[in-house]
């Protein structure tokens, strides 16, 4: 089955740096990649995805890139702020069901 | 509100007890799902259900029982759990069950700790 790994486990910025998780999928068949966010005592939320047709996908200050020969995509957040502060969880899905990693603990320092 | 409620929110019971774990979606999805979140693992699949009808069970113990009476509720039936049964367990709902097709719509969970 399908295996994802996540790097760095946890990670920290001061705010305006770039912050950057990586993920690593096994299946070939995977095509979709979501990425969700959780806050502190929140539900995980969807906060960008791509597609195995894409190669990269950017919203505002966040973005996601796909190398699918090397099976693995990051993400990308510029101009960190406070706010970005939580875990990431990266997830990979051949239509059957999500495979997620096993998250990145993200701190903005002021 | 987000669409997808769990309760309780926070849950401590014995080995011997039984409870259950409540979540119900206003979204109007065909799919529900429970997952256990440990910490510093990856969020765990537990059961998949579509139309109400369960299409996934991931070996989960017998000692967790999921019922889902109709597509908007899902249940978790807890019976003579373990400590290491401890985490938060979330529910998500989706449009699909096929998981390429969008996004998991997650409740906020329901903390659980068993002495």
């Known amino acids: 089955g399908e295996n994802v790994e996540q790097h760095p486990s946890t990670l920290s910025v001061q705010e305006g740096d770039s912050a950057v998780i990586k993920c690593t999928y096994s299946?070939?068949?995977?095509?979709?990649f979501p990425w969700y966010k959780q806050e502190l005592g929140k539900r995980p939320q969807l906060i960008i995805d791509i597609r195995s047709n894409v190669g990269e996908k950017k919203d505002q200050r966040i973005a996601v890139t796909l190398n699918k020969t090397a099976k693995h995509f990051s993400l990308h957040i510029t101009e960190t702020q406070p706010e970005d502060s939580a875990v990431y969880f990266c997830?990979?899905?051949?239509?059957?069901?999500?495979?997620f990693g096993p998250g990145t603990r993200l701190s903005v320092l002021p | 509100e987000t669409g997808v409620t769990q309760t309780p929110r926070h849950l401590v019971m014995g080995m011997t007890n039984k409870k259950s774990l409540k979540c119900e979606q206003h979204l109007g999805h065909n799919a529900m799902y429970w997952y256990k979140q440990s910490a510093k693992k990856p969020l765990e699949l537990m059961f998949v259900y579509n139309f109400k009808e369960q299409t996934e069970n991931n070996s989960v113990p017998s000692r967790f029982s999921p019922e889902c009476p109709n597509s908007s509720h899902l249940f978790l039936h807890l019976h003579t759990l373990q400590p290491e049964d401890s985490a938060l367990y979330l529910c998500?709902?989706?449009?699909?069950?096929?998981?390429?097709?969008?996004?998991?719509?997650f409740g906020e969970g329901s903390r659980l700790t068993v002495l």
């Open positions: 997830a990979a899905s051949n239509g059957q069901n999500f495979v």
């Open positions: 299946d070939s068949a995977s095509n979709y």
């Open positions: 998500a709902s989706s449009q699909e069950v096929r998981a390429n097709t969008g996004e998991l719509f």
